[in-house]
């Protein structure tokens, strides 16, 4: 019976959004089922934390056995990724709700829940063709979030979003199909076990469905030189659904981690360092382009867009060394800069509502309630930029400590972008609060406290990160050593022997 | 059959990959519609090519796998929804700005 707990928050958000879609004559009733939903998948994430911690536990949909059907796995790693998406979309809806952004448009709501259910069904599947359907289902819902309240600004980002991520799930097709032909299983467990033992004349056919996966993944991830999409879509994209988005890049990064202890460890002959070699590169381009393109964004919301290309640079430079320690790191800040980008949008959005732009280049008039925001920006930067005494400052002495056999050049550069970026975030402090022009009258705007509450959640969930950083890092440490020897999640799905 | 196959799928995907580096938006939208084409194909193919060869054992001297056939089922669904969402949008951004260039830069 418990076992059903496990497909739970993809079956809640999706009975939701059906219901919502049938009234959606009714704002009262999709603002209750939106809170209900949240409540609910934050209850069922704690809880599988839990259960997580005692060991993965696999659930069979239609009771089929793997490899022939499809299996949900939650281990922790999947736990984890659950309570951030249920923590996070619970912030974001208490800011929608409080800010009115779902009365601009009929089906904001729905689109949400779909949104939460592709991501969890991507965060739990142990099936790389599931992986796919389910992030068909949390692109097509986030196309509609993207261009939530209309404009033609939007749409023109809209479209470009949307072309290049369908571009990208053609790719991951041909991926996958390569990977059936070669090894005749989609299921992840089942193609660890049996890549291993593919002849040596299919090692070329490995390693070219690997690198077709990385570029999907880093589709996703924004990764250098797949990262142009990002900071525009963002920018165009309402802040409160750009704050939730910032978990989607971290699932191109769950992808990368997933997969490449799984299916393409460095142990496996065909791939070996491939992905950690790719990805090494990627990370430190990443950096740099995330910094200096803090430093140069002429508005906020782009400016935060680069800022999570740089985080998503240092996650994957991280994990490029796939070793235990490394994982935990990456993963601790992954959780960190999720948190940070999205306080970070969710501010923009309160900036733009009260100063009627972003623009860094132009003297704004005096902003309504402009002391809290200011205090606000200042945490929040902090937190991106990684200074102490908020978590980005703990997570990365963990990242530089991970690195430490490459400390010369992994050092140098996430030392130098830290400090580029902080400029950047200094520049971009200083134009919107100290660049005021008196002349213009000060907008009125309601206080919104429940808007508020939704910001320093996020910043005290970042201050509770690092006051109990050692119980988290421990907690990750397990989690990596299960990533790397990942017996435990293939002997649990009771697949067939593989013969030698 | 095996060159046919290659072929179609190669020429599908040199066709899509060109009009996606169109600047117009109906190219674009024509060019990820060839290359959903090819990518479908590319699946069927995956379970090896057989001709006569129904999915069911017991029904001919050696059955052919079924499971690419339930793929590529699933891409055909998916690629044809989601060519109806970029076509709306698409079409949203052209009433919007009577101008159907997918950068949206000027002339």
Redesign the interface.
Known sequence: MSAHFVIAPVILPAALAGLMVLFARSPAFQRLGAVLGASGLIALALYNLTQASLGPTPYFLGNWPAPFGIVLVLDRLSALMLALVAGLAGVVLAYVLATGWDRRGAYFHPLFMFQLMGLNGAFLTADA?NLF?FF?VLL?AS?GLM?HGG??ER??????Y??FN??G??VF??A???I??IS?TLNMADLAQKLPLMPPEDAALIRLSAVLLLVVFAVKGALVPLQFWLPRSYAAAPAPVAALFAVMTKLGAYAMIRFGTLVFPTTLAATGALWGNILWAAGLVGIAVGAFGVLGAARLAPLIGFAIIGSMGVVVLTVSAFTAPALAAALYYAVHSTLAAATLFLLADTIIARRGGDDLAQAGPKMAQGGLISGLFMAAAVAMVGLPPLSGFVGKVQVLQALSAHAPVAWSVILLGTLVTMIGFARAGSALFWRVDTALSVPKHPAQPIAFAAIFALIAAMVALSLFAAPVAGWLAVTADDLMAPQAYINVQSLPAVAP | MEALIAITIGALTTGGVFLMLQRRTFPVVLGLSLLSYAVNIFIFISGRIALNAPPIIGMGPAPIDPLPQALVLTAIVISFGMTAVILMLALGSFLHRGDDSADGGGP
């Open positions: 063709f359907v068909e097509i196309y261009v404009g033609a749409l023109r980002a809209g479209l470009q949307v072309a369908l571009l799930s053609t097709l041909f996958l199909a390569t059936y032909a005749g």
